[in-house]
């Protein structure tokens, strides 16, 4: 089978593979070349797959999954390699702090909109009342 895990910005996996193992809303599954043409979502997780024997895996927040005849193909907005799981955490934690900071950061840009919004609100009502 043919999987290819694709994010905003880069192909992060092209490859020939014997299994893959993911998780949906539903619960943990795995894809086998015969099985059925199959489509779901994602939840945030681990995505196995299997190349010549080895098990690889790559951290994903949630996505897309669609099998179809023999191939896989999986949408995710983020996603992070790791040689063993000990990398693979420290790269998700590392995602997860970039991720926090950027919520920081809008919140506050969208604290600051509504706040403008109300004063100026107010700035109509004692002019026109």
């Known amino acids: 089978m043919?999987?290819?895990v694709l994010?905003?910005?880069?192909?992060?996996?092209?490859?020939?593979?014997?299994?893959?193992?993911?998780?949906?809303?539903?619960?943990?599954?795995a894809l086998l070349p015969r099985h059925a043409d199959f489509v779901t979502a994602l939840v945030p997780g681990l995505l196995l797959y299997e190349t010549g024997g080895?098990?690889?895996?790559?951290?994903?927040?949630g996505g897309t999954l669609v099998k179809c005849g023999d191939e896989v193909l999986v949408s995710t907005p983020e996603a992070a390699r790791?040689?063993?799981?000990g990398e693979?955490?420290?790269?998700?934690e590392e995602a997860f702090e970039k991720l926090t900071e950027n919520e920081r950061r809008a919140?506050?840009?969208?604290q600051k909109i509504e706040a403008d919004l109300v004063r100026r609100f107010v700035?109509?009502?004692?002019h026109g009342g």
């Not at 905003?8 to 949906?24: N, R, S």
């Open 107 to 110: 919140r506050a840009a969208m």
């Open 2 to 4: 043919k999987l290819r």
């Open 54 to 61: 080895d098990e690889q895996a790559l951290a994903i927040n």
């Open 7 to 29: 994010s905003p910005t880069q192909v992060e996996v092209d490859e020939e593979v014997a299994k893959v193992l993911a998780e949906g809303a539903d619960g943990a599954f």
């Open 123 to 126: 700035e109509l009502q004692e």
């Open 88 to 92: 693979l955490n420290r790269a998700v």
């Open 82 to 85: 790791g040689r063993d799981l």
